[in-house]
Antibody, heavy 121, light 108 residues
Framework: QVQLQESGPGLVKPSETLSLTCAVS?????????WGWIRQPPGKGLEWIGN???????DYNPSLKSRVTISVDTSKNHFSLKLSSVTAADTAVYYC??????????????WGQGTLVTVSS | EIVLTQSPGTLSLSPGEGATLSCRAS???????LAWYQQKPGQAPRLLIY???SRATGIPDSFSGSGSGTDFTLTISRLEPEDFAVYYC?????????FGGGTKVEIK
């Protein structure tokens, strides 16, 4: 069964770039699904960041689009998130997930366990 | 974007009781493209329902989803101890996809 695992620094300084990777196991990232990033500030709700297809086609939340880049590496079976110019408001648990559907018209299953990223100097 | 409002914010119930959770959209969700997730403390969300009423793999039939347009409901017919958690709805019929603020089902 497919499993996803996020990795990356747990602490990022304000104005710098947050970088995370999601390793996919048990399924090929080229299997025809989309793959997504979702975040959850501590004690708050969920916010969709964006999705990517193995071809590299992306869809982003307009609220974050100017700062977000999602990329895919099919040879490593993983996809990545970069969020630039971070502030304390970007402190959150970041989840990656497999997306069923197309583009930004997707639901998510399964999810990775999540990784907490704190923005602080 | 479509805003999803979940109610109530918190539901206090006893094991064995039934639960009815509401998700109301600010505009019609096309093709009933609505999903429900369960999240327990310290865990990732788990998909329960997609397409408003289709149960995900491995989800017991005590969970059911219904609704269309702007009003959707998640029903838990009989609460088991492991069902006490936070539940989120998510629409994917309009971009950007959005989540509701969640309903916490707690033990009374």
């Amino acid at each position: 069964q497919v499993q996803l695992q996020e990795s990356g620094p747990g602490l990022v300084k304000p104005s710098e770039t947050l970088s995370l990777t999601c390793a996919v196991s048990g399924d090929s990232i080229s299997s025809g699904y989309y793959w997504g990033w979702i975040r959850q500030p501590p004690g708050k709700g969920l916010e969709w960041i964006g999705n990517i297809y193995h071809s590299g086609s992306t869809d982003y939340n307009p609220s974050l689009k100017s700062r977000v880049t999602i990329s895919v590496d099919t040879s490593k079976n993983h996809f990545s998130l970069k969020l630039s110019s971070v502030t304390a408001a970007d402190t959150a648990v970041y989840y990656c997930a497999r997306a069923y559907g197309s583009g930004s018209y997707c639901w998510f299953d399964p999810w990775g366990q999540g990784t907490l990223v704190t923005v602080s100097s | 974007e479509i805003v999803l409002t979940q109610s109530p914010g918190t539901l206090s119930l006893s094991p064995g009781e039934g639960a009815t959770l509401s998700c109301r959209a600010s505009q019609s969700v096309s093709s009933s493209y609505l999903a429900w997730y369960q999240q327990k403390p310290g865990q990732a969300p788990r998909l329960l329902i997609y397409g408003a009423s289709s149960r995900a793999t491995g989800i017991p039939d005590s969970f059911s989803g219904s609704g269309s347009g702007t009003d959707f409901t998640l029903t838990i017919s009989r609460l088991e101890p492991e069902d006490f958690a936070v539940y989120y709805c998510q629409q994917y019929g309009s971009s950007p996809l959005t989540f509701g603020g969640g309903t916490k089902v707690e033990i009374k």
